[in-house]
């Protein structure tokens, strides 16, 4: 299949009365649409139809630093919501990673690209993911009817949260308009505790024991055989815990980094970027923690290399395979970047997860236009 017949046309609407107008219309024809933000989140480029961005509706339309809430067009670009986010000593609490390395994009990430994917970095293990800070949404269905859901406040409500369906639903089920996001105040102090020379399952019981005590990682990710465990608060909390961590893991060579290697350290850590300036097949593999050391072996097996995060709960693999011996291996893989692996990019589902998502996707986009192919609709 030709670049051509993939994507026909770009519609870049500048309005969600817009946005609705051209997925009615593609509705009505039954003709189906690659939608996307700024393209840097998951590799498309082999679903049919014209491509549909909204990187062109963009902008901030209300921040309250002193409610920490803040709703903006989908299209923004993150890092002017970044920005803004650290003029007022805030953040993105869950740490959304920049995928552009590992995939190769030029692209520009987007507010809503954000939340369409879920995306979510390393400090998720203590901030929860992106769903957790979600608020609400506007979004245009795949009849092209806008739909709103949620508010600027957490609250107890009853009935199907659509806030949360949507997130993670990589527009498969509707295309955001504006996003609705709790923000939570930037860490003033940081460290690193590098822990060397371990292994995978070393790194999982030091992983382990961190976590159990009070002293709020934010970071546990191991690559190449170096363990990281990372700390943030007020300074004098910081060089509490830097000490009492030091004192427990004293049989190890540990290294101390500071603030401004911190930073750079988790970026890249966050961002993949010891797998990224190749095109070898990049899998993403969350797992419970304690399976973690079995399964990176296996993986190893097939020829490549991985990588630890979330505390064991999440292994990166960038290696050779068919998709059919990766998920054999790892049932729940998504293959992030492709590598002239075939098939569908997102993990098989049971049968009775099969039944409710088309269930939701034939009431949210009954002639399956949006996104046809991508998550296996």
Same mark, same amino acid.
């Not at 809503?112 to 992106?130: D, F, L, T």
């Not at 993949?272 to 399976?291: I, N, Q």
């Given at each position: 299949?030709?670049?051509?017949?993939?994507?026909?046309?770009?519609?870049?609407?500048?309005?969600?009365?817009?946005?609705?107008?051209?997925?009615?219309?593609?509705?009505?024809?039954?003709?189906?649409?690659?939608?996307?933000?700024?393209?840097?989140?998951?590799?498309?480029?082999?679903?049919?139809?014209?491509?549909?961005?909204?990187?062109?509706?963009?902008?901030?339309?209300?921040?309250?630093?002193?409610?920490?809430?803040?709703?903006?067009?989908?299209?923004?670009?993150?890092?002017?919501?970044?920005?803004?986010?650290?003029?007022?000593?805030?953040?993105?609490?869950?740490?959304?990673?920049?995928? =552009?390395? +590992?995939? $190769?994009?030029?692209?520009?990430?987007?507010? @809503? !690209?954000? *939340?369409?994917? #879920?995306?979510? %970095?390393?400090?998720?293990?203590?901030?929860?993911?992106?769903?957790?800070?979600?608020?609400?949404? =506007?979004? +245009?269905? $795949?009849?092209?009817?806008?739909?709103?859901? @949620? !508010?600027? *406040?957490?609250? #107890?409500?009853? %009935?199907?949260?659509?806030?949360?369906?949507?997130?993670?639903?990589?527009?498969?089920?509707?295309?955001?308009?504006?996003?609705?996001?709790?923000?939570?105040?930037?860490?003033?102090?940081?460290?690193?505790?590098?822990?060397? %020379?371990?292994?995978?399952?070393?790194?999982?019981?030091?992983?382990?024991?961190?976590?159990?005590?009070?002293?709020?990682?934010?970071?546990?990710?191991?690559?190449?055989?170096?363990?990281?465990?990372?700390?943030?608060?007020?300074?004098?909390?910081?060089?509490?815990?830097?000490?009492?961590?030091?004192?427990?893991?004293?049989?190890?060579?540990?290294?101390?980094?500071?603030?401004?290697?911190?930073?750079?350290?988790?970026?890249?850590?966050?961002?993949?970027?010891?797998?990224?300036?190749?095109?070898?097949?990049?899998?993403?593999?969350?797992?419970?923690?304690?399976?973690?050391?079995?399964?990176?072996?296996?993986?190893?097996?097939?020829?490549?290399?991985?990588?630890?995060?979330?505390?064991?709960?999440?292994?990166?693999?960038?290696?050779?395979?068919?998709?059919?011996?990766?998920?054999?291996?790892?049932?729940?893989?998504?293959?992030?970047?492709?590598?002239?692996?075939?098939?569908?990019?997102?993990?098989?589902?049971?049968?009775?997860?099969?039944?409710?998502?088309?269930?939701?996707?034939?009431?949210?986009?009954?002639?399956?236009?949006?996104?046809?192919?991508?998550?296996?609709?």
């Amino acid at each position: 299949m030709t670049s051509e017949t993939i994507s026909r046309t770009t519609n870049t609407p500048k309005t969600e009365a817009e946005l609705a107008e051209i997925v009615a219309g593609h509705f009505a024809g039954c003709q189906p649409l690659r939608t996307m933000g700024g393209g840097t989140r998951v590799q498309a480029d082999h679903i049919a139809g014209d491509t549909l961005t909204t990187r062109a509706m963009s902008g901030v339309v209300t921040y309250e630093p002193g409610e920490m809430t803040l709703i903006a067009r989908a299209g923004t670009p993150l890092w002017e919501i970044e920005a803004m986010l650290v003029s007022e000593g805030q953040a993105l609490a869950f740490e959304p990673p920049d995928l =552009r390395g +590992v995939l $190769g994009s030029d692209g520009t990430p987007t507010i @809503g !690209g954000m *939340v369409a994917a #879920n995306a979510s %970095g390393p400090r998720g293990i203590m901030a929860g993911a992106c769903r957790d800070h979600l608020l609400g949404v =506007r979004f +245009v269905d $795949g009849q092209g009817r806008v739909l709103k859901n @949620g !508010g600027r *406040v957490m609250k #107890n409500v009853t %009935g199907l949260d659509l806030s949360k369906l949507l997130c993670g639903s990589f527009g498969t089920l509707g295309i955001l308009t504006e996003v609705a996001m709790k923000t939570l105040p930037h860490a003033q102090a940081r460290g690193t505790l590098a822990i060397r %020379g371990v292994d995978d399952a070393e790194a999982l019981r030091t992983f382990t024991t961190a976590l159990a005590t009070p002293f709020e990682i934010s970071g546990a990710a191991f690559h190449d055989g170096t363990a990281w465990l990372r700390i943030e608060g007020l300074p004098p909390q910081l060089a509490y815990r830097q000490k009492r961590l030091q004192e427990l893991f004293g049989a190890y060579e540990i290294t101390f980094l500071d603030a401004e290697a911190t930073v750079t350290l988790w970026r890249d850590l966050r961002d993949v970027a010891h797998f990224a300036g190749t095109d070898t097949p990049l899998w993403r593999v969350p797992v419970k923690p304690s399976d973690a050391p079995a399964l990176t072996a296996s993986l190893r097996a097939l020829g490549g290399q991985t990588s630890l995060d979330w505390g064991g709960g999440l292994i990166w693999y960038c290696g050779p395979g068919e998709a059919s011996a990766v998920r054999d291996i790892a049932p729940h893989a998504m293959l992030v970047r492709r590598g002239g692996v075939e098939g569908s990019a997102f993990p098989r589902q049971s049968a009775a997860v099969e039944r409710l998502s088309q269930e939701l996707r034939r009431k949210f986009d009954p002639a399956g236009i949006l996104n046809p192919g991508l998550m296996g609709g």
